[in-house]
């Protein structure tokens, strides 16, 4: 027998003594004698969390509950604080929902800015050169909405201040302005001078752009410039008809003893091209940093990064792929798929509060039947309350819905596998293929999910329906079965229209 100070291993089992002694494996639950021991097999920690299968339950629930206390005292992220109590995702909790809500919303700033590094890294290394130096400098940082920019920015923000620092440098002073926010363009010189020289005034006969001029143009008497890091946002709002503002505002980095460190930001790609051959004229040329959309593995990480907060899966992985891929068709905008991707959440919250009145008022009626009692266990399956394929698909339908998905839901099966044959035979690279060659791939879908392929006199009449409603154009030729076929349709909106049908999406990944 062991004596009183034994002590359970969890790992192998075994049962030791106080004192250091050898392990003995457990006694049997029929309290047989104790058989010689044998070598200790290691498990996995995974495998075996509750032990072995002879453990007594409460022994099992005694090991779980020592478990979820640990769990519970490890650190976790501000948005997941709401689920200490529960271990499992429960939509039908508004703190919890709440939680995924806030951590998908635009608003709320990631701990780290992923998919961004070597525009960070570009700006970062400019502006460092800038303070080094003491050498002012202009950059321009462009791209579409959604792209990470405004992020970057302060992520670069702040990184600099610790980088001048620890580097024993002087940290700039921060200058951040939206200029949707001016009154009028020439404003933003107003709050430059402002930052430049808070305590003193000026003469009302010269202008701040003036005052500017003048104290960028003399030596300063204190030793060692102090820099100004400022962020023009949304910079594409000073361009006025002859553009001077703009002009005037990167001109004041060319001053001798000017201090300015420019970051102009703006959603307008082409403006480089429009106000940079002047500006280079000028000899202010800014350097240009573009911010390019994200592609699907870019905001897929991105989703994932944000979910990582919460303490269990919310999202089908399925699901968060299918956001991603529609996303980056489209537009490649982010805020897009956080926005989508809440969508999708209320959904699931609309679905599951369906439910959950319908079964309220089978139970006033006392009409549980065989039908109810399913759907009530739906309400308690994890994999069941976690936003699905068929979820994201219906938020991107609000989103992206167009007359193109429509016409592909609503034709026949055979003119759906057409569509897909064409997609499966374009990835290679083709921008056409033959009615032919279409054909044998059509006969090759159809064989592989057991539907009778139809002939090719047939499949070349249903071409010509699908060039009628512009998603195929059908050359011309003596016979059907060499017209040239070419898609006229993203094969993003093919895949997102047929996604929803498990056969096609197994055709088109």
Not at 17 to 37: A, L, V
Not at 68 to 86: I, N, V
Not at 338 to 353: F, P
Request: glycine share 4%; proline share 6%; hydrophobic share 35%.
């Amino acid at each position: 027998m062991p004596s009183i100070g034994a002590v359970r291993s969890e790992s192998s089992g075994e049962i030791r003594s106080g004192s250091g002694s050898t392990p003995q494996k457990r006694r049997s639950i029929s309290g047989g004698p104790i058989s010689p021991p044998s070598p200790v097999k290691w498990k996995s920690p995974r495998r075996s969390v509750n032990g072995s299968p002879k453990t007594p339950s409460k022994e099992i629930e005694k090991d779980s509950d020592a478990k979820a206390t640990r769990l519970h005292k490890s650190p976790m992220k501000k948005l997941s604080e709401s689920f200490l109590d529960k271990s499992k995702w429960n939509p039908g909790d508004s703190k919890q929902m709440s939680a995924a809500k806030e951590a998908l919303h635009v608003s709320t700033v990631p701990s780290t800015v992923v998919c961004r590094e070597d525009e960070q890294n570009r700006i970062m290394d400019f502006c460092k050169a800038c303070i080094e130096h003491e050498k002012a400098g202009s950059l321009y940082a462009c791209g579409c909405p959604g792209t990470g920019k405004s992020l970057s920015m302060e992520k670069v923000r702040r990184a600099l201040v610790d980088w001048a620092g620890q580097a024993g440098f002087q940290p700039p002073d921060l200058l951040s302005i939206n200029c949707t926010s001016l009154t009028n363009t020439s404003e933003i010189f107003s709050k430059i001078l402002e930052k430049q020289q808070p305590r003193k005034k000026t003469k009302s006969s010269t202008s701040p752009l003036q005052h500017l001029r003048n104290i960028y143009s003399k030596k300063q008497q204190s030793s060692g410039m102090k820099m100004m890091l400022i962020i023009a946002d949304e910079l594409d709002y000073l361009i006025t008809r002859d553009r001077t503002v703009l002009h005037d505002l990167f001109m004041l980095t060319t001053l001798p003893f000017s201090s300015c460190i420019l970051i102009g930001v703006s959603n307008a790609i082409d403006l480089a091209d429009r106000f940079l051959p002047k500006l280079q004229s000028l000899n202010c040329k800014p350097m240009v940093v573009t911010f390019r959309a994200y592609s699907k593995d870019q905001i897929l990480k991105i989703l994932q990064q944000r979910l990582m907060a919460l303490p269990s899966p919310v999202f089908q992985p399925q699901a968060l792929e299918l956001c991603a891929r529609k996303v980056a068709a489209a537009s490649g905008d982010m805020r897009k798929a956080l926005s989508v991707c809440r969508s999708a959440l209320e959904i699931l919250e609309a679905e599951l509060r369906e439910s959950i009145n319908s079964l309220s008022l089978s139970s006033e009626k006392g009409a549980f039947d065989q039908q109810t009692l399913p759907a009530l266990d739906s309400l308690t399956n994890q994999e069941i309350n976690i936003v699905r394929v068929d979820h994201m698909a219906t938020a991107l339908s609000k989103t992206f819905r167009s007359p193109i998905v429509d016409t592909i839901q609503s034709l026949p099966q055979h003119q759906q596998i057409i569509l897909c044959s064409a997609v499966k035979l374009f990835r290679g690279g083709k921008k056409d293929t033959t009615v032919g060659e279409l054909n044998k791939s059509y006969v090759d879908i159809c064989k592989s999910v057991l539907v009778p392929p139809i002939g090719i006199l047939e499949l070349s009449s249903m071409c010509r329906v699908l060039s009628d409603q512009g998603l195929l154009k059908l050359g011309q030729a003596r016979e059907d079965k060499l017209k040239r076929v070419t898609l006229k349709v993203d094969e993003a909106d093919i895949a997102f229209a047929l996604q929803g049908i498990r056969f096609f999406r197994n055709c088109l990944q």
